[in-house]
């Protein structure tokens, strides 16, 4: 068996293997008919069939034509062209329609490739509604088509969406880990430090940067051990290892609400699968060999 090209996790475009295909530049959109991305206040709106989930198919569904104007048109998935759209958060839905959450910290029940695919229309209709205007000229901007691209017609200056680049970490020290809470989650939950990439900043020296800032310690040996695109907006989270290098535990109470160090064999609440931090401390929170 050859080994995969990255990391199983939802959101990574990966999931969804050859069966999608992204639009390509240039390609006018097709007539409005095929699968339905509709997503309102971070739900995807399905049809419940018995306990799965199905994406509306077809023309848009009935009762929602008046809300679904000019959608965006991400590719094909399994050949029939997908179209994303926004609901406003207080719209009913029509009968057979359904909403779940697209969280996976409000206890997703959506399959991988539902996942996947709802959060590339989340991050479509994030870069949709926030690049109306050309950030040079300040004039309205139009779509380039087959593309998430924006041109402005007055200016020619063409823009694309932005992609965050942040770093997540576990740190190692023999039997033990490093691990970090906020204030905001569950009680009890605790996860990876992690945080944004600067600019003029190697990947390397984010890792460095952040766990001495977030928890006062020092790293060393910082290894890449993969990847998730991370649709809320718009961040890509890579994954890093590192040893503890020395210095005293000192939690930034800005950013942390508490750090500790845990036994690899009593490790607290976990983050969920669906996320990196989840994939790493299952992977690599492992007390060394004997
Ligand atoms: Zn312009």
């Not at 004039?139 to 965050?164: Q, S, V």
Request: aromatic share 10%; net charge negative.
């Amino acid at each position: 068996m050859s080994t995969p090209l990255s990391v199983y996790l939802p959101f990574n475009r990966d999931v969804l293997g050859r069966a999608f295909e992204p639009a390509k530049r240039g390609d006018p959109p097709p007539e409005a008919q095929g699968l339905w991305l509709l997503v309102q206040d971070q739900h995807l709106v399905v049809v419940p069939d018995g306990g799965a989930f199905a994406l509306p198919r077809g023309r848009v569904p009935d009762g929602l034509d008046s809300m679904v104007k000019d959608p965006f048109w991400l590719g094909t998935y399994h050949g029939m062209p997908c179209f994303a759209a926004s609901l406003p958060k207080d719209a009913a839905l029509p009968p057979g329609l359904a909403r779940e959450p697209l969280v996976p910290m409000r206890g997703t029940r959506l399959p991988d490739d539902l996942l996947s695919l709802g959060g590339m229309a989340m991050q479509a209709l994030w870069w949709e509604s926030t690049s109306g205007f050309c950030p040079r000229c300040g004039g309205p901007t139009t779509r380039i088509e087959g593309e998430w691209g924006k041109r402005c017609p007055r200016c020619h200056y063409e823009h694309y969406p932005h992609l965050h680049p942040a770093v997540i970490i576990l740190v190692r020290d023999g039997d033990r880990v490093l691990l970090a809470r906020k204030a905001e989650w569950a009680p009890g939950r605790y996860a990876l430090v992690a945080g944004f990439v600067d600019n003029g900043e190697s990947l390397e020296g984010a890792v460095a940067r952040e766990v001495k800032e977030e928890v006062g310690v020092d790293v060393k040996d910082v290894h890449y051990v993969g990847s998730q695109n991370w649709p809320f907006p718009s961040q890509i989270m890579l994954g890093f290892v590192a040893s503890y290098a020395g210095g005293e535990l000192r939690v930034d109470r800005s950013e942390l609400d508490d750090a500790c160090w845990f036994p690899c064999d009593q490790l607290p609440n976990r983050p969920s699968r669906h996320s990196i931090a989840g994939f790493i401390l299952e992977h690599y929170a492992r007390p060394a060999a004997p």
